[in-house]
């Protein structure tokens, strides 16, 4: 028997599928993309699986091939649906699942995103989180008109000006989540008193200001909401270099990460882990989890075979797809094997993200999960009731507030 703990697994929901080309292949379901029953399809899927959560892409923009502004292509998906409501739509449909959806912090009020998270952890009894997400496309500051942000190149970002943007705005989103996590932690647990014959429904005493002052935002609190049925929603942020990984070890429960090769993924985990320690948190739990796009066919060459295809109906690419984090096209057992591997460098889990929805999920949920499960790799059945649970961490987090 192995002592390697079981692999942690979530699957990256967005639109038909990661390939550009998704909506165009067979069993895609275009036309119910923004339908209810289309997403509620998609998480039963994930949940059948045994995954431990879903994450729900959003964006206050539509989708663009170039950072600076829209690309006017009509050829590919544009449009979403809102990832907190539709979360919170498929909540009670599913028992397990976990549910993270997208919220761009760069433009959200963190009692409002608080508040929304909250409440989608009451509607699931205990099952959300959030994914935080900075702007910086200049269009979306034009849809709120507070502030601005000149159109910036890839070449400009990555100059000591737009990174001295690109780590204001992470500062910013790490007080986001602070002000996140005081407010959840804003009314005590039994703070509801509901004594109908003493009229008293709440302990006035167990509501707490937050008082919180930075350089981003002042918010008083207390919350409206009560306290979440986790104590603490599990807090997620995607990262792809040192700035963004210091907000992983700063602020998050779990980070994603793209790494290419197991080296790659070893030096990640390991830049992490000392931002970790940086930030006085080297002993609180932290699950590193790699991004993976995936196509997944039981037939040898027929997940490349698929690849090649996609790529040739995005013709106006001229180029196959490309992704920041790593494609895979292949059998279940390769990509358990690949996933074993990279989880031998310190990944602690890994977020999927299919190629094609209507495919590729399940290839995951009825090709991959299967064949981790023959290797003792992945759970046989749910155990936990609740996200923290399915991942290890404290079930109940103690609130910062509560007194002795």
């Given at each position: ?154 070449g400009e970002l990555q100059s000591p000006e737009g990174q001295s943007i690109v780590s204001a705005l992470f500062d910013e989103a790490a007080d986001h989540v602070e002000v996140l ?224």
């Amino acid at each position: 028997m192995s002592d390697t703990p079981p692999l942690h697994l979530a699957v990256a929901l967005d639109g038909a599928g990661w390939h550009p080309a998704a909506w165009r292949e067979q069993g895609a379901r275009p036309g119910e993309l923004f339908t209810a029953r289309y997403w509620v399809d998609l998480v039963r899927e994930a949940e059948a699986g045994l995954l431990d959560f879903a994450t729900f892409e959003d964006a206050l923009s539509l989708q663009s091939s170039r950072l600076e502004g829209p690309d006017d292509r009509t050829d590919q998906v544009r449009g979403r649906l809102d990832a907190v409501l539709t979360a919170a739509r498929v909540a009670p449909l599913t028992r397990h699942l976990g549910l993270v959806p997208t919220a761009v912090v760069t433009h959200t009020e963190p009692f409002h995103l608080s508040k929304a998270i909250a409440t989608l952890d009451h509607v699931s009894k205990g099952r959300a989180g959030v994914r935080v997400q900075i702007s910086a496309r200049p269009q979306e500051y034009g849809h709120f008109g507070r502030r601005t942000l000149a159109p910036l190149t890839l070449g400009e970002l990555q100059s000591p000006e737009g990174q001295s943007i690109v780590s204001a705005l992470f500062d910013e989103a790490a007080d986001h989540v602070e002000v996140l996590r005081r407010l959840w932690d804003s009314w005590e647990d039994d703070a509801e008193i509901r004594d109908a014959a003493t009229g008293r429904f709440v302990d006035r005493d167990k509501l707490h200001y937050i008082d919180f002052e930075g350089p981003h935002f002042a918010v008083k609190g207390p919350s409206i909401t009560p306290r979440p049925p986790q104590g603490q929603p599990l807090v997620t942020s995607l990262a792809h270099q040192t700035i963004p990984y210091r907000l992983v070890a700063r602020s998050a429960d779990v980070g994603y990460v793209t790494p290419h090769s197991a080296e790659d993924a070893r030096a990640i985990v390991e830049e992490i882990r000392t931002e970790r320690a940086a930030a006085g948190r080297a002993d609180e739990p932290l699950h590193v989890f790699g991004d993976l796009v995936v196509l997944v066919d039981e037939e040898e060459g027929r997940a490349a075979e698929r690849l090649a295809a996609l790529d040739t109906l995005d013709t106006l690419a001229g180029e196959p797809c490309a992704s920041d984090a790593e494609i895979f096209a292949g059998t279940p057992a390769a990509l358990a094997d690949l996933l074993t591997d990279w989880q031998a460098a310190g990944l602690t889990g890994y977020r999927l993200r299919p190629a094609v929805l209507g495919h590729d999920l399940r290839g995951i949920t009825r090709g991959l999960v299967p064949e981790l499960q023959r290797r003792g790799a992945f759970r046989t059945a749910y155990t936990a009731t609740t996200l923290r649970g399915h991942l290890g961490l404290d079930a109940h987090p103690a609130n910062r507030y509560a007194t002795a």
